[in-house]
């Protein structure tokens, strides 16, 4: 079966587009919003707005780097969600738009069952360079994001359960917070990476949440970050920017710490070693440092995608669109987007 397909994604603040040949990736283009830096957090009219100035020349980008012709597609998949609806919106209308006038095959993509996929993406190079390492099914799967933090059961390319997720903030949102409490600008995820590159992990030390099974809890954790600082702020007007690496250490070491402990909890309950992270925070070294040292001691095989597929972007999109292909699951016409959106 031959499968060319189109996959767009536009749920947040990235723009993007991908090109799949025969489940590798032939192209991967990301437009970031730079707009949002200034107000702390993603303005959602002015995502939906930038989104539309960005759309067309991001397609026609992904189309150039493939070298594929719009006439070989078979399909164009797109992100119904979850994610910002206006947002969503400008990227479901446009790939709609597209199936119609080039009377090719809809598929709709969960956001979430993505990046999950983002562990099986192949791209030209990998295949060059015999660099392909996917995990066997079953799986789990640590996936966090800005608005998400799941640990999934994988059975197979389109069978996944949320067996924990958490009960108030995401991963990537304990990160965020936690940087606009030093006075970062968004999203403060990747710089709280940067500054902890040369501090000190152990410094100072955070509460880890009591929560029962392998759900999360991260609002604790801000509120003991804002009482700390605001105690030291208190005493030292100048304790942020002092002890800002080693602040930034300790954080991050914390939240890694968190995420890891449950997934070995995990790991155990379900008797699985093949372990997988994905999500906009895998990007974050801590995380996958601690990743790194949890898997030798447990002999698990672990899998995290290349920072480029940790983020947002389209070619974990195509993957789904492409064994929705095979599966034969397509969307009609009327499909529409959904902030909140089951799996
Ligand atoms: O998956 P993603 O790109 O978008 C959503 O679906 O939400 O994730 C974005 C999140 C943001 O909270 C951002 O701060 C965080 O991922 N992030 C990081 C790093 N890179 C991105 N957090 C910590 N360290 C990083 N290096
Ligand atoms: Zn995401």
Known sequence: MNVTLLAIESSCDETSASILENGIILSNVVASQKVHEQYGGVVPELASRAHLVNIIPVIEEAFNLSRINRKQLNAIAFTAGPGLIGSLMVGSSFAKSLALAWNIRLISVHHMQAHVLANFIVSRDDVKQNTIHKPAFPFLCLTVSGGHTQIVLAAD????????????????EAFDKTAKLLGLPYPGGPLIDTYAKAGDPKRFSFPEPKVPGLDFS?????????????????????????????????????????????????????????????????????????????????????????????????????MVGYYKYIAGDFASLDAAPQARMEW
Request: charged share 20%.
């Open 157 to 172: 390319y389109l069978d996944m359960k949320i067996v924990g997720e958490t009960n108030d903030d995401a991963a990537g």
């Open 218 to 318: 991260f609002s604790g954790l801000k509120t003991s970050i804002l009482y700390f600082l605001r105690d030291q702020v208190k005493e030292n007007p100048d304790f942020i920017r002092g002890n800002l690496n080693d602040i930034c250490a300790s954080v991050q070491s914390r939240i890694a710490s968190i995420l890891i402990n449950k997934l070995e909890m995990a790991a155990l309950q379900f008797g699985i070693n093949e372990i997988a992270i994905a999500g906009g925070v895998s990007a974050n070294s801590g995380l996958r440092k601690e990743a790194q040292l949890r898997s030798e001691k447990n002999n698990w095989n672990l899998y995290i995608p290349r920072l480029e597929y940790c983020t947002d972007n389209a070619a974990m999109i195509a």
